[in-house]
């Protein structure tokens, strides 16, 4: 008897989260209609966005999120690979126990403080090196790179020591220098983990609203450079969404949340399933 | 040169590029937390535990209103999430095991940790706070509980499944239901574990914003009133640090060092307390 209600409330909780997750698609469709149905595909490929006019077109923002995700990308891929070869094979164990715990704690600080730190110390810098506001794509490219660097150092360098320590050890034997093993055996063997990971590392970014809202300027503008102020999906959310007055102006913004959930799922769930499931099964 | 010393003039280059990567990533790391500490240090004083939040421009200015709003909205996000994550966990690792569905949920849940809380925030807007007609306490705990759900079900799923079965079959041998294997030996088994999962999601709802902003939304006095909005340390260290008044951003700066020492210490006690419960 109570084992069938603890079973049922077990079973209900985890049903919970498939129910989470449908009804979060579903309210946000239901609530975007409205903006479909008035703008149809110009919601996004259109870059007027003017709540006054009831014109709504997300292509900025939408451009604004790519833009500013693949800055920070090219920016931290390398150095996050870098980080991770160096605690994985480089540093002592000692060193390493330091560092591998710092890169975590640092991956769990809170984001809005990776952008009050990137509105007060590093686009004064920008601005004094570019001229201009110092706000725009590249200083949202920038601290959005410094905040997901922790994470995408920590998961890389968890896929590069999945490597067995016997398939490094023959390498050696063999006569090859630390780099060989490393160009040659760990980054072969643990590649679909560390692409996976690095995706799984993009899939955050996307949908990072805190760190960049201080320092992309919020204009819905297409940027022509990457100084322009501009703004992104999360950006206009996290601005916009108390402002809204109009049925037309919510519909339109509950449109660029399903937008990004749409986006940011699929980018998370090639990462896992494509990649990082493969790299399960070759383990 | 002898490809030998090629090859070694190679490995010498990348591994000095790879070791200054990492010394270029920490620098930043580091100058982002000597500038909280710096001003955090700099801007914290007693009365901001004593006072609210005032107009610019008062010497009796604090964040009272803030650390208790903050503190109202994870606590009830805990109660909700970490019940309802660990019975989830508990039905995966138990019931479900490698079913279908139980790897369908699993999957789900873990994209689930990775989704823009943003969207969350825009969800429970819909849900809770257009009906109610107004932003409220309510709001903003739902927010955090379905962010931390996700997170809770994965460390309890797994730390469950580290309990070796053969505990299991000397309590059931015994005649015990499987509720009680479940309630008396398998948590007696991953308590440490469990406890751990439990400390990292409250630390990651802790340093939520983007959800908050338009469920809780914020306020600047006291309240303890759960139907009301409510003042969290996250949105109101956004808020004061983009208001262009000095104070503001001062009193911005202390609730950001406050808040990264709550959310470090629960990282560092999680981690102690399984490392604790491994060498046991």
Do not use: C
């Amino acid at each position: 008897m109570i084992d069938k209600i603890f079973l049922n409330m077990t079973r209900t909780s985890a049903l919970l989260i498939l129910f989470i997750v449908a009804w979060i698609f579903v309210v946000l469709f239901n609530h975007s209609t409205e903006a479909m149905q008035t703008f149809g595909f110009d919601f996004i490929t259109k870059d007027e966005w003017a709540p006054n006019l009831e014109k709504f077109g997300a292509y900025a923002a939408i451009f604004g999120s790519v833009a500013s995700t693949f800055l920070a990308m090219l920016l931290a891929i390398p150095v996050a690979i870098g980080v991770a070869i160096f605690l994985s094979e480089i540093a002592h164990d000692r060193i390493k126990g330091f560092f591998g715990v710092s890169v975590e704690l640092l991956a769990a600080i809170p984001s809005v403080i990776y952008g009050m730190w990137g509105l007060f110390f590093f686009v004064p810098i920008l601005r004094d090196i570019f001229g201009g506001m110092g706000i725009g794509l590249l200083a949202a490219g920038i601290v959005l790179a410094i905040m997901i660097l922790p994470f995408m150092a920590a998961v890389t360098r968890d896929a590069m020591n999945t490597t067995p320590d016997i398939l490094k050890e023959s390498a050696y034997a063999l006569g090859g220098t630390q780099w060989d093993v490393i160009k040659d055996v760990i980054i072969p063997y643990a590649k679909a983990g560390i692409i996976g990971s690095l995706i799984l590392a993009l899939g955050r970014a996307i949908g990072e609203t805190m760190a960049v809202t201080f320092v992309m300027g919020n204009v819905h503008h297409t940027p022509s450079s990457i100084m322009d102020p501009t703004t992104s999906i999360p950006v206009t959310l996290a601005n916009e969404f108390t402002e809204a007055d109009s049925s037309l102006y919510f519909s339109s913004l509950f449109g660029l949340a399903l937008t990004l959930l749409i986006m940011s799922f699929v980018v998370i769930a090639v990462a896992k399933f494509y990649f990082l499931r493969k790299g399960r099964k070759e383990q | 040169m002898t490809a030998t010393q090629k090859r070694i003039i190679i490995n010498r280059i990348a591994l000095g590029f790879s070791t200054l990567s990492a010394i270029i990533a920490l620098a930043f790391l580091f100058w982002i937390l000597g500038v909280l500490v710096m001003k955090g240090i700099h801007s914290i004083s007693w009365n901001i535990f004593v006072f609210e939040g005032s107009p610019p421009g008062y010497e009796e200015s604090g964040l009272k209103h803030a650390l208790v709003g903050q503190l109202i909205l994870v606590g009830l996000a805990t109660l909700i999430g970490v019940p309802l994550g660990i019975m989830a966990g508990t039905y995966l690792s138990e019931y479900g095991k490698n079913s279908k569905l139980a790897h369908t949920i699993r999957d789900i849940s873990d994209i689930m940790m990775s989704a823009p809380s943003i969207v969350i925030g825009a969800f429970v807007y819909a849900i809770v706070v257009m009906p109610m007609g107004h932003f409220s306490a309510w709001a903003g705990a739902i927010a955090l509980a379905i962010i931390m759900i996700p997170i809770i079900l994965r460390t309890t799923d797994d730390m469950l499944q580290l309990v070796p079965g053969t505990l299991r079959e000397a309590a059931f041998a015994l005649g015990a239901p499987k509720y009680k294997v479940i309630m008396n030996v398998v948590y007696r088994g991953a308590k440490a574990g469990i406890l751990t999962g439990v400390l990292l999601g409250i630390a990651r709802v802790g340093g939520e914003t983007a959800p908050l902003l338009f469920t809780s939304f914020n306020d600047n006095f006291f309240t303890t009133d759960l139907n009301e909005a409510m003042p969290s340390l996250t949105v109101t260290m956004f808020n004061y640090a983009i208001s262009p008044y000095d104070d503001w951003q001062q009193l911005g700066w202390a609730a950001a060092f406050i808040l990264s020492m709550f959310i470090l210490g629960l990282n560092i006690v999680g981690r102690l307390i399984l490392l604790a419960g491994k060498r046991k």
